[in-house]
T-cell receptor
């Protein structure tokens, strides 16, 4: 099993540009989570999906952020336009069916917005 | 409201010494509690979890944690620290079937020779 795959691992962009982060969950997992990690705020849940449907997006900071899960094997987190305060490490995690409780994290994407 | 507090953002221990990382929680419903570890430039990995049943939970790499409802705590311990234990440790709280987790701020563990 390849684990959760995220791309790119590092992204450097300029303020105002669109950024798209990608995640491939573990096959067969029903839940997918997007987190953001910063020194100031720690690890924050942004949004999560169940069977490709967004369940809770209350953690999405503002309208500049959007997330999609068009199928069970792919999700994107888009920031448009990006701002320097969006600089963080973004993690994707997946979880199998209810009852196991364990989230499996990807290696993260380190985003730097100049 | 559900919340987790990790006491001490940095903990330093000598190799071979006891590791104790503290976590207190606040929850109005029976909690699900987790400890995750993050090594540099990597994602989080589950160390152990408590959902129901036995309050002393054993995890990977020799770690264990005890759920104490009366103290609203879920402290992580390891009898003897190894250099390889140096990492960031996160306590997390869920409130039903682990759907979404509230993470603590993390504790950075330093192990000195």
């Amino acid at each position: 099993d390849a684990g959760v795959i995220q791309s790119p691992r590092h992204e450097v962009t300029e303020m105002g540009q669109e950024v798209t982060l990608r995640c491939k969950p573990i096959s067969g997992h029903d839940y997918l989570f997007w987190y953001r990690q910063t020194m100031m705020r720690g690890l924050e849940l942004l949004i999560y999906f169940n069977n490709n449907v967004p369940i809770d997006d209350s953690g999405m900071p503002e309208d500049r952020f959007s997330a999609k899960m068009p199928n069970a094997s792919f999700s994107t987190l888009k920031i448009q336009p990006s701002e320097p305060r969006d600089s963080a490490v973004y993690f994707c995690a997946s979880m199998p069916v209810v009852g196991t409780d364990t989230q499996y994290f990807g290696p993260g994407t380190r985003l730097t917005v100049l | 409201a559900q919340s987790v507090t990790q006491l001490g953002s940095h903990v330093s221990v000598s190799e071979g010494a006891l590791v104790l990382l503290r976590c207190n929680y606040s929850s109005s419903v029976p909690p699900y509690l987790f400890w995750y570890v993050q090594y540099p430039n990597q994602g989080l990995q589950l160390l152990l979890k408590y959902t129901t049943g036995a309050t002393l939970v054993k995890g990977i790499n020799g770690f264990e944690a005890e759920f104490k409802k009366s103290e609203t705590s879920f402290h992580l311990t390891k009898p003897s620290a190894h250099m390889s234990d140096a990492a960031e440790y996160f306590c997390a709280l869920g409130y039903r079937s682990g759907y979404a987790l509230n993470f603590g701020k993390g504790t950075s563990l330093l192990v000195t020779p």
